[in-house]
T-cell receptor, first 118, second 114 residues
Framework: AQKVTQAQTEISVVEKEDVTLDCVYE???????LFWYKQPPSGELVFLIR??????QNEISGRYSWNFQKSTSSFNFTITASQVVDSAVYFC???????????????FGAGTRLAVHP | SAVISQKPSRDICQRGTSLTIQCQVD?????MFWYRQQPGQSLTLIAT?????????ESGFVIDKFPISRPNLTFSTLTVSNMSPEDSSIYLC???????????FGPGTRLTVL
């Protein structure tokens, strides 16, 4: 069965520290997608990244970077030089692809609440 | 990416009443999804809304409690029926836009049931 585990419930850091949010997933399929979403205090869910199971290349976007390792079924998210505006709940999610097209439901992890203090 | 809007953004309702939440997408999409996020919790899928067919409900969610409509490729509604305080949650709709499996989310409807 599909499952996403975010073991870190809450993380508290001081501004400018680097922080890594862990995500471990379980799936029996060879084709799947992994996602990270950010939920700031306002409540909306902001898409950050999508990665398919065939692309293990790490990705960097500004202060954000993602490390995908199929060998350990992990898709970790690092924020470099954190800022107060990074304070939010971050969700990792898994979706299995449909070969016929369309979209499958997202299985979300429990989320990690990140607090960045000045 | 799609722009998704929801109405209302928040509401306070009395026990036993019903509330219909609207979700509008700025482009045509195949599937729309409705999620519930209980206070301090993660998101749980309620149902998948397909245009022209009945919605597909996840385990633990039933049509009588959460009827869904999908009249066209850009719009869907979720009704929370016969509400109780346990229904107090954020309800979010999402949609896929064609660029792979990325789902974009609406801003959510924050529901409080007294």
């Amino acid at each position: 069965a599909q499952k996403v585990t975010q073991a870190q419930t809450e993380i508290s850091v001081v501004e400018k520290e680097d922080v890594t949010l862990d995500c471990v997933y379980e799936t029996r399929d060879t084709t799947y997608y992994l996602f990270w979403y950010k939920q700031p205090p306002s409540g909306e869910l902001v898409f950050l990244i999508r990665r398919n199971s065939f692309d293990e290349q790490n990705e960097i976007s500004g202060r954000y970077s993602w490390n995908f390792q199929k060998s350990t079924s992990s898709f970790n998210f690092t924020i470099t030089a954190s800022q107060v505006v990074d304070s939010a709940v971050y969700f990792c999610a898994l979706s299995e692809a449909q070969f016929s097209g369309g979209y499958n439901k997202l299985i979300f992890g429990a989320g990690t609440r990140l607090a960045v203090h000045p | 990416s799609a722009v998704i809007s929801q109405k209302p953004s928040r509401d306070i309702c009395q026990r036993g009443t019903s509330l219909t939440i609207q979700c509008q997408v700025d482009s045509q999409v195949t599937m729309m999804f409705w999620y519930r996020q209980q206070p301090g919790q993660s998101l749980t899928l309620i149902a998948t809304a397909n245009q022209g067919s009945e919605a597909t409900y996840e385990s633990g969610f039933v049509i009588d409690k959460f009827p869904i409509s999908r009249p066209n490729l850009t719009f869907s509604t979720l009704t929370v029926s016969n509400m109780s305080p346990e229904d107090s949650s954020i309800y979010l709709c999402s949609a896929g836009t064609g660029d792979g499996d990325t789902q974009y989310f609406g801003p959510g409807t924050r529901l409080t049931v007294l």
